[in-house]
Each structure stands twice: as C-alpha cells, then as structure tokens.
C-alpha cells in the first residue's frame, strides 16, 4: 500500500464517519475502521476531516476573450486550485467561428498537456453551428466530452440563436450530452449597452445597469421552455440572481430536469463593488454582474434546499493592471471575468458550514459530488470509495485563514475577496494518490493532471 490514511473523518455528500483509508497505484483500496496493512507512508489525519477532491467544473484557463487572454494557465490556474482543495476541473474548449469541434478540443488539450497538475476534462462552446458541426457532437461525447455550452449573451461573439439552441438540445440528448446555458438575452442587452455608451455612461456600474437580472431571468425561462420543446435536461451556469432561480425552482417543481450553479461572487459580494473608487468596481465586471445583496439569502436557500446543484467559480482571470484597464473610458471593454478557483472550496466551508447555511455533507455534495454526477465523472471522482481515485482533501476545520492577492497562487493581481476571513482549510491534498500540497508547500508536478473521457450523461 502506498499510503494510509488514518485517524481522520471522512465526509462524503451523504455520511461523516471515522475510519482509515488505503490508497494504492492512485486509488482507494481499502476503507476500514482500522488498517493493519504496511504502507510506504502513514498520514496521521487526526482532528481533520477527508474530503473528496473538489471539482470545479466552470473554469476558463488560457482563454482569449475580449481582445485579451485568462491570465491563469493550466499550469498556474491547476496550482491555484491544488491549494484550495480543487483536484479536477472541468474547463471550456471554445469553438472558434468555422471551426470543427475537434480542432477547439484539439486546441484546449495542447494548452493543458504537460501543464495542468489535476485531473481535467473539457465541455465544448458551441458558437458556431452547422450540420458538419452537429455531426461532430456524438463523435465528441465518444472522446469524453460530454457537456456543450450555449451563450445565449454576447452578441456578435459567442452568442447563438434559439434555434441552434434547439438543435444542439435534440442531438445532446441523442448522444448523451448535458447542454449547459450562459442565460442572457443578448440582443436586450446589446442595446442596453450601446445606450449607455452613446449617453457617455462609461464607468464600470453600467455593465450592471445594462445587464439587468430581468434579461437574465428571461433567458433562463427561455432556455429551459427550449428544452422542454427538445425533450433535453439544461445545466443553467454562472446563476446570480432570484428572479433566475424562480424559473429553475418553477420547472424543477414542475418535474422538468432543469439544473444550475452559482458561484461564491453571487453569494458573497453585490453591486455596489462596482461603485469602488479609482476604477476598482472594474475587478467585478462578469457577466452576469454582481446583484443587489437581497439575492443572497434566496440563492443560500437555494444550494440548501436543492433548487441549486452547484456550486463553481467560473474563474476567468484578468489583471487589474494590463487587462481590465483596457475598459477605463468603456466598460464594454473590460475583460468579463474575475479569479476564485483557490477560494472556492474555504469560502464556501466557512460562509456555508460555520455560517449554517448549509450542512457539511451538503457541502461536499455541491463542490464535488454533484460536480461528478450531472458531467460523467462518478464515482471515479466525487466520493470516498474503494475504486474510486484517491483524489482527498484532509480539511482543518480549525485553521485560520486571510485571504488575499498576496499570498494567493492564481496568476492575478487581485482578488475579490480580499480580506475576507476565513476558518477551515485544505491541509493535505491527495491527487491521484499523491500528496501535491502539504502545509501549503506545493509539491506536485507540471503535467500529471490527466485528460479525463468523461461518461455519457443520462438525466
Ligand atoms: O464574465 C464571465 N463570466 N466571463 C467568463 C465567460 C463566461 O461568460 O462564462
Ligand atoms: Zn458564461
Ligand atoms: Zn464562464
């Protein structure tokens, strides 16, 4: 046995219990209340809990976007993420206009490879349809891509119409693919933004203002009334507000299988970070925005009760300095995206658990085993259980935390939750049975992280 894990309590979305775990050739062999067998290395994991690896499966890394480029790299974005307990990212290969989907995934497999240091797997954005293209869709979930997105918003860029909508729907769930949604009415906001800009309203707090959660609630109705006409579940992304959620809850309750996340900046921070002096609202422009703070305790309920399924960053890094100020006279022009892989998994443990918003094993379902479930990779990933990767987070629920651009490791000069203060973090992270970070010494290797064929997904 290569390691033995003992004296710790392992949570899953479902049980808290003591025992020991065995870890061999990168995967669980044995989980017993006590294991007597030799190991090459005993880990003591007494006071802490083991937690399945977090999955973040909404990340952008190396990706051009807005005249510029994610600043995080698979190799700094997976680093990042290894230290606050991610240890599998699912991240987006983007069709470019009259590209194959082969030739995107072909593109985001060469910037990964030899870089990333977790276990990774790609959804495809299609944003350009054609039959050649919807041929290509089963051939895709073959090779292990199993998620496609649709932006319904920026026009002009990546934005498709309803109808390809509903073309991708039909065949994804042919093939058994999972289409996931960035829901905003594109041509409302076009014009809500050129307003804006033609009135010489520049600063960041139009990209709020011109993005209202009205046009955000709108798509997600739209979207999922799209794929109750295509008979196909839909994964609504980067969910910010509670108009959104209405139409999630509404469908759900109604049978329908309608899934989303959200993210920690929509739990945890509001519009008036955009009101911050000296241009600083800018470290907030995403889309959709940051909404008013009485969006917060709705979308808390949400994760609780289950109307929410997950919980991911969709970090999309750009500095503050260099990229965002490419937007200082138009806010049209800032890069959309802000960083949050490393913070996910502390944040959402000290504002969720010791907040009791949510419940412990409620946690590890939204950051992991859920992730796993809903994009085809359970029970390789997402639990504690014989067979099963030894991807492991051993957690102090005790350790004291500030976060901040200071000692952070994604590839950014700032983050939005600086200063924030939290308790509970990653002290041991296991990544395919080996220890890549330890007493926050990174100890991993640039390429290890493997490509993922994740399974066809059923819902
Ligand atoms: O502002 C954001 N969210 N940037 C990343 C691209 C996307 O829409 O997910
Ligand atoms: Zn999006
Ligand atoms: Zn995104």
Request: charged share 25%; aromatic share 8%; with cysteine.
């Amino acid at each position: 046995m290569d390691y033995k894990i003992i004296n710790g309590t392992i949570v899953t979305a479902t049980d808290t219990y003591r025992a020991d775990i065995g870890v061999q050739g990168g995967k669980i062999v044995q989980i017993a209340k006590k294991i007597k067998e030799p190991a090459q290395e005993v880990i003591d994991a007494k006071g802490l809990y083991i937690l399945p690896g977090g999955i973040d499966i909404h990340t952008h890394l190396d990706m051009p976007f807005m005249g510029t480029s994610s600043s995080d790299d698979f190799e700094t974005g997976t680093i990042a993420a290894a230290f606050g307990g991610t240890t599998c990212i699912v991240d987006f290969a983007i069709q470019g206009k009259r590209q194959s989907l082969k030739g995107a995934l072909k593109t985001w497999m060469k910037k990964a490879a030899n870089k990333a240091v977790i276990d990774y797997g790609f959804h495809i954005a299609i944003t350009d349809l054609n039959n050649r293209v919807m041929a290509e869709i089963p051939e895709m979930v073959a090779a292990g891509v199993t998620s496609f997105k649709c932006f319904l918003a920026y026009k002009g860029a990546l934005m498709i119409d309803d109808g390809a909508l509903y073309r991708i729907l039909q065949e994804s769930k042919r093939a058994g693919a999972l289409v996931m949604i960035h829901a905003e009415n594109g041509d409302v906001l076009d014009i809500l933004i050129n307003d804006y800009i033609s009135k010489g309203l520049t600063e960041p707090k139009y990209h709020a203002l011109s993005r209202p959660p009205e046009a955000e609630a709108e798509a997600t109705g739209r979207g999922i009334a799209i794929a109750q006409m295509a008979g196909a579940p839909i994964y609504i992304v980067h969910l910010s507000c509670k108009e959104a959620l209405a139409k999630v809850k509404e469908a759900r309750d109604a049978g329908f299988p309608a899934y989303a996340e959200t993210c920690p900046q929509y739990l945890l921070k509001s519009y008036n970070n955009y009101l911050e002096p000296n241009f600083e609202g800018a470290k907030y422009v995403m889309s959709p925005p940051l909404r008013d703070k009485s969006n917060w305790e709705p979308l808390w309920k949400g994760l609780a009760y289950g109307d929410l399924q997950i919980v991911s960053t969709d970090h999309c890094p750009f500095n503050f300095k260099g990229q965002k100020d490419k937007g200082k006279d138009n806010f049209a022009a800032i890069p959309n995206g802000a960083p949050g892989i490393e913070h996910r998994l502390m944040l959402m443990f000290h504002e969720g658990v010791n907040k009791k918003r949510i419940t412990l094993n409620r946690f590890v379902d939204l950051v992991s085993s859920t992730p796993a479930k809903l994009f085809g990779l359970f029970p390789q990933k997402g639990t504690i259980a014989v067979g099963s990767d030894a991807d492991l987070v051993l957690w102090d629920p005790k350790a004291q935390f500030e976060i901040s651009a200071k000692n952070h490791h994604q590839n950014v000069d700032y983050t939005p939750y600086e200063g924030f203060k939290v308790k509970g973090l990653p002290k041991v992270v296991l990544a395919n049975g080996k220890v890549i970070v330890k007493d926050n010494q990174f100890l991993g290797t640039a390429g290890s992280g493997r490509f993922i064929k994740r399974k066809p997904v059923r819902l």
